[in-house]
């Protein structure tokens, strides 16, 4: 089992800048394939970006696609979202969910995951 703490989120201007991490307890974390979601007022959660156990293999939205990067550190049992020119749309509660994996995939489906954080404020202002 695996517990998961985002933080990082906060309020920023648009074309800013905000690291989340995701810091997980438990052991084997390397073991774990971590997703990153979103949820905005009134909208179903959404998928961010993705992770393989390893860090080798990575995912992502179109919508961040080449503004958002994941990584991770497993000796730190610690999963980072860069997120780079930020946008009133990235305004949201985000979210890391990890889950066991044998194979070094990326998983983008909510329902791929079985544990997750408690989620950080976003807030871009335009």
């Known amino acids: 089992q695996v517990q998961l703490v985002e933080s990082g989120g906060g309020l920023v201007q648009a074309g800013g800048s905000l690291r989340l991490s995701c810091a997980a307890s438990?052991?084997?974390?390397?073991?774990?394939?971590v997703g990153w979601f979103r949820q905005a007022p009134g909208k179903e959660r959404e998928f961010v970006a993705a992770?393989?156990?390893?860090?080798?293999?990575?995912s992502y939205a179109d919508s961040v696609k080449g503004r958002f990067s994941v990584s991770r550190d497993n000796a730190k049992n610690t999963v980072y979202l860069q997120m780079n020119v930020l946008k009133p749309e990235d305004t949201a509660v985000y979210y890391c969910?990890?889950?066991?994996?044998?194979?070094?995939?990326?998983?983008?489906?909510?329902?791929?995951?079985?544990?997750w954080g408690q989620g950080t404020q976003v807030t871009v202002s335009s």
């Open positions: 992770i393989s156990r390893s860090g080798g293999s990575t």
């Open positions: 969910a990890a889950e066991f994996r044998v194979w070094d995939w990326t998983y983008a489906s909510p329902r791929e995951y079985q544990y």
């Open positions: 438990g052991r084997a974390f390397s073991n774990y394939a």
